[in-house]
């Protein structure tokens, strides 16, 4: 798709401006990828960053999106229902079927259990709980009636509604979740700081030598980032144990 090509894109063009070749990291299962000791560049999610890579990985950088639920570097989740379903409320959805995209998602599960937390009963929300496998794919189990509820990253939905809205048909947003720092850049922790800035230059002077790329995108620039802007990742998941949600799969 568009995406997948602007990205592709975008990537040879940094690693031009680097001087580098390009590895095979596709062929890695993404932990192994995220942690590997060549990697130069990858994306993953705050959640893990702050959890199974913390102090793992160095940070290069946030990218800011400019979409619709996106801005200033940070993105949201955006809970779907079909638009057939006829509650209204995030509560009314209480004992419902869930989908979530994986275990250790920011979008998918973090920010869900946050914003679920509140109206939890003896430790549970949802009566039943899939793993799908991604976000698209929460989407069409959506549509397919093997859930009612599903956490979307809003990145992703911007990016559907706009180049592939089939996916999204017959679907509504119902809520939106907390903000959260949009998913992170990162390089190998062998990598110094300088190294990682280097990284980021590159990224952000190959977004300006392709301004189709950045357009496609949706990204006007990688802005610096710190562990602490995905702290509050876990003070998220703090507030839904202490509100009695430690977990979405009781």
Known sequence: DRVHQASEAWLTRICHLLGVQRGQGAALELPDLWLSERLLL????GYPLMTLLRDKVRLVGRPVYELPHSA???????????ADD???ELRDFFGSHGLINSEDSNSGMNLLRHALAPMQREGRFFADVSLTGGHRLSLRALKERRGDLAAIDSVTYDYLARDASDEVAGLRILARTAASPCLP???????????????RQAMNQALRELPEVA????ISQVMPASKEDYQVLLDYRQQAIDLGLPTLFA
């Not at 200033?72 to 079909?82: F, P």
């Not at 357009?215 to 949706?218: I, K, N, P, T």
Request: with cysteine; proline share 3%.
């Open 42 to 45: 990858a994306q993953t999610c």
């Open 185 to 199: 850049f990162i390089t190998a922790v062998s990598r110094d700081i300088a190294q990682a800035e280097d990284i």
């Open 86 to 88: 006829p509650r209204t």
């Open 72 to 82: 200033a570097g940070n993105h949201c989740s955006l809970l779907m229902v079909r």
């Open 215 to 218: 357009e496609v995108l949706a």
